[in-house]
């Protein structure tokens, strides 16, 4: 099993910056496959920025986030720069095993408002 708890939501105005955390626990990053998803109200959960061979953006972030691990603190970040209000939404951190195209685990969310 793997446990996920993010942090570092909030409420930010248009323009400014958060930075998400994600600590995993019960199975080291190195053996994982992370994704940042996201679901604002109405709407659903899509996959803004995962880690893999290749780093995925969903094209409404490119060049504003940033996803990254520390290894050593089991912690995968999601750097959110220029935020816009069409950014709010409910923010949750999953990962899949490596070879599984599934996400199996996640983590409760954190919540992104941005003002404008």
């Known amino acids: 099993q793997v446990q996920l708890v993010e942090s570092g939501g909030g409420l930010v105005q248009a323009g400014g910056s958060l930075r998400l955390s994600c600590a995993a626990s019960?199975?080291?990053?190195?053996?994982?496959?992370m994704g940042w998803f996201r679901q604002a109200p109405g709407k659903e959960r899509e996959l803004v920025a995962a880690t893999g061979g290749t780093t995925f953006y969903a094209d409404s972030v490119k060049g504003r986030f940033t996803i990254s691990t520390d290894n050593a603190k089991n912690t995968v970040y999601l750097q959110m720069n220029s935020l816009k209000p069409e950014d709010t939404a409910v923010y949750f951190c999953?990962?899949?095993?490596?070879?599984?195209?599934?996400?199996?685990?996640w983590g409760q969310g954190t919540q992104v408002t941005v003002s404008s």
């Open positions: 019960g199975r080291t990053l190195s053996d994982l496959r």
């Open positions: 999953a990962a899949r095993r490596i070879g599984l195209r599934r996400y199996d685990f």
